[in-house]
């Protein structure tokens, strides 16, 4: 038995392969494209490990995957791949558009030949779990209940607008063909392997480096916080026993103010890796100029998941930001090596100079 992943050498992708393969001997047949965003160092501990097969492509290559399909008979889909980047997509949402809507759009075509041409049993028990966001949902006020399910989608941003048009097709898959999938909706994820372009792994590389720390506005916006391994989790909990058909939002409860988590971020690195002039980090903070259309505050009800298929998160954000912290400290040959040519040439275009 082999299951496909999709963007398995972005951050959580990587996270989900390492866990499946920590618990499971089944192959993982990993697509990924290796945008900058995929980076296979972040699976280098499965090198000449049979139950991981990599191969490097687009999810709208239908031919690629046709042929993967065929060779491999994959008994289940899990759809990472996606550009993810909000402020990326503010500079440039072409690339949004050609992944996340047309890309899905060809994976699902694909999958609707594959999966039809499958005998009857197979048929039945495939599944395709396709990994989405809190973000199509838009901006809550303050005081406004956190977002269900049954939420109206009302995306604000080029990469929100596109994981929402994504998931409205695997929507429409299910109910016009009959096709097996489940979505998972997740809040903001952090933890090991995440590229130091989002907030919390940039505050840490940038602290390291004696650089500015940029808070957005008033740093005053809030994002629900899961740490990426309790969302691996949800997803494998989701796909072995989620109703067809359905939404699950993955949550842990734990709303933050941008600013304080960058005060957490100092706070725990003025512990573990003070400044050699004894200063605090977060003396590094710079206010710079907001987000274009930035959402003032996301929150998952993730009731439903907790309910319905007794998932719960292992970590809280206490220990979950511990271990973050630690990991990028003992881990600086990735992140020297993640902070290539490209990635300074995104840091000048977003924070100039
Ligand atoms: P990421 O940007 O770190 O990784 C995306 C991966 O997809 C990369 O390895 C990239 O090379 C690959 N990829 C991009 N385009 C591709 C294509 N056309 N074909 C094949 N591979 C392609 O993203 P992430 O943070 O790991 O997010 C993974 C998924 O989870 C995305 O769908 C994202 O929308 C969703 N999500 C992310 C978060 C979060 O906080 N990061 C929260 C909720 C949902
Ligand atoms: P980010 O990690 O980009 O995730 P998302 O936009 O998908 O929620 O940003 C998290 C929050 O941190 C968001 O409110 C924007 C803010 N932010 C900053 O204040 N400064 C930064 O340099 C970055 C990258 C983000």
Redesign the pocket.
């Known amino acids: 038995m082999s299951i496909l992943v999709?963007?398995?050498?972005?951050?959580?992708?990587?996270?989900f392969v390492l866990d499946w393969l920590g618990q499971s001997d089944e192959t993982v047949i990993n697509?990924?494209?290796?945008?900058?965003?995929?980076?296979l160092e972040n699976l280098a501990s499965l090198q000449g490990d049979a139950r991981h097969v990599f191969v490097q492509?687009?999810?709208?290559?239908f031919a690629l995957v046709a042929r993967l399909l065929a060779e491999h008979q994959p008994r289940a889909v899990v759809?990472?791949?996606?550009?993810?980047?909000v402020d990326r997509s503010i500079h440039g949402p072409g690339?949004f558009i050609?992944?996340?809507i047309v890309?899905t759009f060809q994976l699902l075509e694909v999958l609707r030949a594959y999966w039809g041409g499958l005998a009857d049993e197979s048929k039945a028990a495939f599944r395709l779990l396709h990994?989405?966001?809190?973000?199509v949902y838009g901006s809550l006020a303050k005081g406004d209940p956190a977002f269900t399910e049954t939420h109206r989608y009302e995306p604000n941003s080029p990469?929100s607008a596109s994981?929402a048009a994504?998931d409205h097709l695997v929507r429409a898959y299910h109910h016009t063909y009959g096709m097996p999938v489940l979505t998972?909706?997740?809040?903001?994820?952090?933890g090991p392997?995440?590229?130091p372009e989002?907030l919390i792994p940039l505050m840490i590389v940038n602290a390291l480096a004696g650089k500015p720390l940029p808070v957005y506005g008033d740093g005053q916006q809030i994002r629900d916080w899961?740490y990426?391994k309790d969302?691996c989790s949800a997803i494998r909990r989701v796909l072995a026993d989620g109703r067809l058909g359905e939404t699950y939002h993955?949550g842990g409860w734990n709303e933050k103010p941008n600013l304080e988590i960058v005060h957490t971020v100092c706070a725990l690195l003025d512990e573990l890796r003070p400044r050699a002039d004894g200063q605090p980090y977060r003396e590094q903070i710079t206010y710079v100029t907001d987000r274009p259309g930035h959402d003032r505050r996301y929150a998952i009800d993730a009731r439903k998941l907790e309910q319905e298929l007794g998932w719960k998160p292992a970590e809280t954000f206490e220990t979950g930001i511990r271990k973050t912290v630690a990991w990028y400290l003992e881990n600086q040959p990735w992140v020297a090596n993640v902070l290539s040519g490209g990635y300074r040439d995104w840091v000048a275009k977003q924070y100039g100079a």
Request: net charge negative; charged share 20%; hydrophobic share 25%.
């Open positions: 999709t963007g398995g050498a972005g951050f959580i992708g990587s996270n697509l990924d494209k290796l945008t900058y965003a995929g980076n492509g687009d999810i709208g290559d759809n990472f791949a996606a550009e993810s980047h690339e050609d992944t996340n890309g990994v989405s966001t809190d973000e990469y994981k994504s998972t909706n997740c809040s903001n994820n952090y392997y995440h590229f989002k899961l990426v969302h993955v």
